[in-house]
Each structure stands twice: as structure tokens, then as C-alpha cells.
């Protein structure tokens, strides 16, 4: 399962959400809280939130994402889409657009991979800028952060566990070494270097865990 979430033009969100069996890409506006909402669910399934549901607006229409936990650390997510932005709309409603399955921590730790990245990258004011209306979610995003840290411990014991801990790097001709880009999944540590060596760079790239390496 790969999730991403990353700003454009200013106003507005790109999201990717896919499996084995399909995937699904559309973007979101600042009309909503997109990724705060996102990102309030996701500390809420960690917490032990059994359903969580949050809406993504386009211009028109609206994304719904829906949320079941099951047993253990299972998570379904289904999302339904909506002609009307703000639908008020039930779910039987919405036409399902993407399903699957996946563990809660593939989910959130990828989501969180993603807010760190945007948090990194913008600020706090410059999100604020992008987003107008909504500030960061810093509360939500410091609660997944210490709820995955007891998971982050257990995987320095080799426990195994989806958390954002890759990272890429590069080496120059001078053989200087270089940090791309950190708090990766696995899978997308070493398919953002793959992508580097489709292109036909010819510095050296390589991904590896932080945490263990």
C-alpha cells in the first residue's frame, strides 16, 4: 500500500493512494482542512479509534475517506466520491472509487511521512501561505509522532514495522555525500532511487534505515 500527500499551486493538494489491485490520484482544495483532517484520524486509529471518516474537497466534488480498524492492526479504507463539495449526503450515496486493505502503521506511517516532509519543506508560515484558511496541524502531527516513537524503539529491536524511517542519499564525483530526503518508507526510499537511476543520473544513489544503520 503507498500513500502520498503533497502541496502544488498554491490552494491545492495532490493526493495518490494505490495497492496491488489499482490506485487512485485526484488533487484537493484549501476549501477544507485536507490534511489536518487526515491527520486527526490517523492519531485517532492509533489511539485505538475503531472507525474514523474525514472529506477532501475538490472544485466540485468531495473525496470520503472512510476508516475501519478490524483485528490486530488491520485497517480498511474505503473512499467515496461525491459530485457536490460539502455533500451532506449518507454514504450509500457515493460511488466507491478505491478500496483496500493494509495494516494501520503502513497507513499512518506513510500519512506521517508525508506531513513531515510538507513541515520540512514549507514551515509552519508557508503552509500557512499555500493553505490560507488552515493553519499545520502540529497538534495531530506531534500525537503520531510519540505514538509511533514505542513502535520506532521496537524496530531498533528488529521488530518489524511500517515508520518513515528511510532515508536517501547521494554521492557526488568528488565522492562528497549528500542527504536527498528522510522519514521514508521503505518502499518509497527505494523507489524514489530507482527513479533517480531511470533518469540517468550519474552521481551514486542509495536508501537505507536510519534507524538501524
Not at 474525514?54 to 488491520?74: I, K, V, W
Not at 519543506?121 to 500557512?128: A, K, Q, V
Amino acid at each position: 500500500m503507498e500513500f502520498s500527500y503533497d502541496l502544488s499551486e498554491e490552494g491545492w493538494a495532490s493526493v495518490r493512494i494505490a495497492d496491488g489491485a489499482g490506485q487512485l490520484e485526484f488533487t484537493c482544495s484549501r476549501l477544507s482542512d485536507a490534511l489536518g483532517d487526515l491527520a486527526k484520524g490517523a492519531a485517532m486509529l492509533l489511539g485505538g479509534s475503531r472507525e474514523e471518516a474525514c472529506a477532501l474537497q475538490d472544485e466540485p466534488g468531495e473525496y470520503r475517506f472512510l476508516f475501519t480498524r478490524g483485528e490486530s492492526d488491520s485497517l480498511t479504507i474505503h473512499i467515496l466520491w461525491f459530485e457536490k463539495s460539502f455533500s451532506g449526503r449518507a454514504n450509500r450515496f457515493g460511488q466507491e472509487v478505491f478500496r483496500c486493505e493494509c495494516a494501520v502503521l503502513d497507513f499512518v506511517g506513510q500519512l506521517f511521512a508525508s506531513l513531515h516532509r510538507i513541515l520540512v519543506g514549507r514551515g509552519l508560515e508557508g503552509y500557512r501561505m499555500t493553505w490560507r484558511n488552515h493553519d499545520f496541524p502540529v497538534r495531530a502531527y506531534e500525537a503520531i509522532r510519540q505514538r509511533l516513537q514505542p513502535v520506532s524503539n521496537l524496530r531498533r529491536a528488529g521488530s518489524p514495522a511500517h515508520i518513515p524511517s528511510w532515508a536517501v542519499w547521494r554521492q557526488d564525483d568528488a565522492g562528497s555525500q549528500f542527504l536527498v530526503e528522510d522519514h521514508l518508507t521503505e518502499d518509497r526510499a527505494k523507489a524514489l532511487v530507482a527513479e533517480f537511476e531511470t533518469r540517468g543520473h550519474k552521481q551514486t544513489y542509495w536508501c537505507c534505515d536510519e534507524m538501524i544503520s
